[in-house]
């Protein structure tokens, strides 16, 4: 495999270096992207091993199942162990544990992990490989390059530029675990209560806190171990199957936690000088027209007339549309709508952005008497000694514009 090279080399111009190269294939560049110092970071490499699930269903059982028997008209706690080498030999060869001065343990719950095996329903997706782009991005709200400013006594210093702290945590391995839970009591009917205790909690979520894994019970088998000048016990084996998840710190010698920013973008402001005011005609401005893409991905183009046109003014400019009148009178006709709100005033669009039609024939504005309204209803008045003819029934009145 290429190793990765301390400079961004154009491979198309310069020779590789053999020195630094262990395949045919070219050199890997350089991301500096991921040169991200962590030494000034508490965050810690989270990671998830079989001692953590082994931990988590231990503590689901001491802590949340609680099982507990009746011994002598008293209630007694069923204490849970883990199977070490010695105590699992001890318990293969004789049926049942002693502690070190050789007293018969009962009541007692043991857990023995059996098998890990990745799984298959999910090793199809790739999801346990991993490419580059594989991986959990988690952002963090405190970011040191955008500090807190007091706002009644604020710090003359430069606006400081926005951007997110990202940690970039691999896709963990994705695990099925076997278990035995083998449970010994002095009498059936111990056994019994211990088992009608634990029986409810199949398919749960076995675990604490953060180490949460689903949880399913096997088939129960029972067994009574009679020994010859030995007290009888009575044993159950529970298997249990854990759908779990694996993270080590490191994987391939790379640490599985990586730090960096979001990215920033270089922005640039186009500045118009246009000699009419955007807001005061239906017509948009061929200069501005001809940036319009340049402002609806983020860019805000300057004019020297009016405000900044960002991509929600220039949204609401280039959006017309047609709405018919209805008849009133000779002289009045209303409009079933609402004009739009102007993004940059805040109050409704104004008379000079509509344009009204009769018959197609276009009408100058001082003929009739409007004020948009961000109302449902508006009324225009027509000054028929100046239009030369009275409104009648049968025409057609159109009003294009900025319609809500």
């Known amino acids: 495999m290429p190793r990765y090279n301390r400079k961004d080399i154009d491979r198309k111009t310069n020779k590789p270096n053999p020195d630094r190269t262990e395949g045919?294939?070219?050199?890997?560049?350089?991301?500096r992207a991921y040169q991200t110092r962590r030494d000034d970071d508490v965050i810690r490499t989270p990671k998830r091993t079989l001692y953590d699930i082994d931990f988590a269903i231990k503590w689901y059982i001491d802590n949340e199942i609680r099982p507990q028997i009746t011994e002598n008209n008293a209630l007694v706690t069923?204490?849970?162990?883990?199977?070490?080498?010695?105590?699992?030999?001890?318990?293969?060869?004789?049926?049942?544990?002693?502690?070190?001065?050789?007293?018969?343990?009962?009541?007692?719950?043991?857990?023995?992990r059996n098998s890990a095996v990745e799984r298959d329903n999910l090793r199809t997706l790739d999801v346990n490989r991993i490419p580059a782009s594989n991986f959990m991005a988690y952002r963090q709200k405190y970011n040191s390059r955008n500090r807190y400013e007091d706002e009644l006594f604020p710090i003359p210093i430069n606006k400081p530029?926005?951007?997110?702290?990202?940690?970039?945590?691999?896709?963990?391995?994705?695990?099925t675990i076997e278990y035995d839970m083998m449970l010994w009591c002095d009498y059936t009917t111990q056994m019994n209560d211990l088992v009608d205790q634990i029986m409810p909690y199949g398919r749960y979520l076995w675990g604490n806190e953060g180490n949460r894994f689903a949880t399913a019970?096997?088939?129960?088998?029972?067994?009574?171990?009679?020994?010859?000048?030995?007290?009888?016990?009575?044993r159950a084996t529970i298997p249990l199957t854990v759908q779990g998840t694996l993270l080590s710190e490191h994987e391939s010698r790379i640490s599985t936690l990586?730090?960096?920013?979001?990215?920033?973008?270089?922005?640039f402001d186009t500045i118009l000088d246009l000699d009419v005011d955007v807001f005061s005609t239906t017509t948009v401005p061929v200069a501005l027209l001809q940036v319009s893409q340049q402002i609806f991905s983020g860019g805000v183009a300057q004019t020297s007339t009016g405000p900044a046109i960002t991509a929600e003014i220039m949204t609401y400019l280039v959006t017309m549309s047609d709405k018919q009148a209805a008849y009133v009178n000779s002289t009045t006709v209303t409009v079933s709508?609402?004009?739009?709100?102007?993004?940059?005033?805040?109050?409704?669009?104004?008379?000079?952005?509509?344009?009204?039609?009769?018959?197609?024939?276009?009408i100058d504005k001082p003929v009739y008497t409007w004020s948009p309204t961000l109302s449902a209803t508006q009324t225009i008045v027509f000054d028929t000694t100046a239009l030369g003819y009275n409104?009648?029934?049968?025409?057609?009145?159109?009003?294009n514009g900025r319609w809500a």
Not at 217 to 234: A, C, H, P, Q, Y
Not at 391 to 399: K, N, Q, Y
Request: proline share 3%; net charge neutral.
């Open 258 to 267: 990586k730090k960096m920013f979001s990215i920033k973008k270089v922005r």
């Open 161 to 175: 530029v926005d951007s997110e702290k990202i940690y970039v945590i691999d896709i963990p391995k994705y695990v």
């Open 391 to 399: 409104i009648d029934s049968t025409d057609v009145v159109i009003i």
């Open 24 to 31: 045919l294939s070219d050199d890997l560049l350089l991301n």
């Open 337 to 362: 709508g609402a004009a739009a709100l102007n993004p940059h005033t805040g109050t409704a669009a104004t008379k000079n952005e509509f344009n009204v039609y009769i018959n197609g024939q276009y």
């Open 78 to 112: 069923v204490p849970v162990i883990f199977a070490n080498g010695e105590k699992w030999d001890n318990v293969r060869r004789l049926g049942y544990l002693r502690d070190e001065k050789g007293m018969l343990q009962s009541p007692l719950i043991m857990l023995k």
């Open 217 to 234: 019970l096997g088939t129960i088998s029972f067994e009574t171990v009679n020994t010859v000048g030995e007290d009888r016990l009575v």
